[in-house]
């Protein structure tokens, strides 16, 4: 499930190398330049990987999914990991598994049912994360969640790659995909609970374990909006009656979101006042949680959390 990484390697880790001039041999080298006095030597391996040599260290950037299963619709478990860093080893002469993990990126591409946009409507916050929705003409095509120590990312897959011009597996192909990253873009020790982190490091089963579990849990951290299907039949109280009324409202709205934007925006225009906008509010978030009885849940979300789980499960 890994796929995007930025790795660098130093002279700490292997002392007595030099950079410069052991390595260029091995990848291809697109030009040298003077970097404050430095020379540095940048290029890339098999196309998939940016390459950048100074005499005290190399960096690597890019997909090892793509590197080594030749693209990234397919998933990188743990297993093919440990190989990709062997065949970089090998290929450049180095103990990468020694290199130090300054990006990693979690994804996966789940094969759906329905159009994207049936899903990302249900996507509503995540506690301690920023929400971003992606729109082009009014519809919502992805979504972003910023956090203090990453990014969670949800994308048209095949879309994506048709933009880019790149080839769709067969499989893929005309298929509704939807790509779920999580992105570790800084400070990957604090934010992973470890001391440090390399590249053999991701390919520890314990760290492995923890990582696709930590992707997991914050797809289930995302509040699903709007996620429920009415159910006139569960009905038996007033109260059930006047939640009913304030969900099929939300429903109308496109979610609880967008109903608690629209009272928030009576508010701002002075239609009412502080007071009622927060009862309403509070309203419409107490009935959003009373679902029992009442509502059936919603068939996209339960198809996503389903293929989610699994992947956690299939890929340990």
Same mark, same amino acid.
């Given at each position: 499930m890994y796929d995007n990484l930025i790795l660098k390697l130093k002279n700490i880790d292997v002392p007595n190398i030099d950079f410069l001039s052991e390595t260029s041999q091995y990848f291809d080298v697109s030009g040298e330049y003077n970097f404050y006095g430095k020379i540095v030597l940048a290029g890339d391996l098999s196309n998939e990987f940016k390459v950048t040599v100074k005499n005290d260290c190399i960096k690597l950037d890019g997909s090892l999914c793509k590197y080594y299963l030749g693209d990234n619709f397919q998933t990188l478990g743990r297993g093919d990991t440990k190989r990709a860093f062997e065949k970089i080893s090998d290929t450049l002469r180095l103990p990468i598994d020694k290199a130090t993990v300054y990006r990693l990126d979690i994804a996966q591409n789940f094969i759906l049912k329905h159009p994207l946009e049936n899903y990302f409507n249900h996507f509503g916050k995540l506690k301690y994360g920023g929400r971003s929705p992606i729109t082009r003409d009014g519809e919502i095509e992805g979504m972003y969640y910023y956090q203090s120590k990453g990014l969670l990312v949800f994308y048209d897959k095949v879309k994506e790659q048709t933009v880019?011009?790149?080839? +769709?597996?067969?499989?893929?192909?005309?298929?509704? $995909?939807?790509?779920?990253?999580?992105?570790? %873009?800084?400070?990957?020790?604090?934010?992973?609970?470890?001391?440090? $982190?390399?590249?053999? %490091?991701?390919?520890?089963?314990?760290?492995?374990?923890?990582? +696709?579990?930590?992707?997991?849990?914050?797809?289930?951290?995302?509040?699903? +909006?709007?996620?429920?299907?009415?159910?006139?039949? /569960?009905?038996?109280?007033?109260?059930?009656?006047?939640? =009913?009324? !304030?969900?099929?409202?939300?429903?109308?709205?496109?979610?609880?979101?967008?109903? !608690?934007? #629209? +009272?928030?925006?009576? #508010?701002?225009? /002075?239609? !009412?006042? /502080?007071? #009622?906008?927060?009862?309403?509010? #509070?309203? $419409?978030?107490?009935?959003?949680?009373?679902?029992?009885? !009442?509502?059936?849940?919603?068939?996209?979300? =339960?198809?996503?959390?389903?293929?989610? $789980?699994?992947?956690?499960?299939f890929y340990r």
């Open positions: 880019k011009r790149r080839h +769709i597996p067969e499989l893929y192909q005309n298929r509704n $995909v939807l790509r779920y990253e999580q992105r570790y %873009t800084k400070r990957l020790p604090k934010a992973l609970n470890i001391e440090n $982190v390399t590249a053999a %490091t991701l390919y520890d089963e314990k760290f492995y374990i923890d990582v +696709i579990n930590r992707w997991r849990d914050n797809y289930f951290a995302i509040q699903k +909006i709007n996620d429920i299907t009415l159910n006139p039949g /569960g009905m038996k109280t007033k109260t059930d009656l006047y939640n =009913m009324g !304030i969900l099929a409202l939300a429903e109308m709205f496109g979610g609880e979101l967008n109903l !608690i934007s #629209q +009272i928030r925006e009576n #508010q701002n225009a /002075g239609i !009412i006042t /502080g007071k #009622q906008a927060f009862d309403l509010k #509070q309203a $419409v978030t107490s009935a959003c949680k009373e679902k029992t009885g !009442i509502t059936a849940k919603n068939d996209c979300i =339960m198809e996503l959390d389903k293929k989610v $789980v699994e992947a956690v499960k």
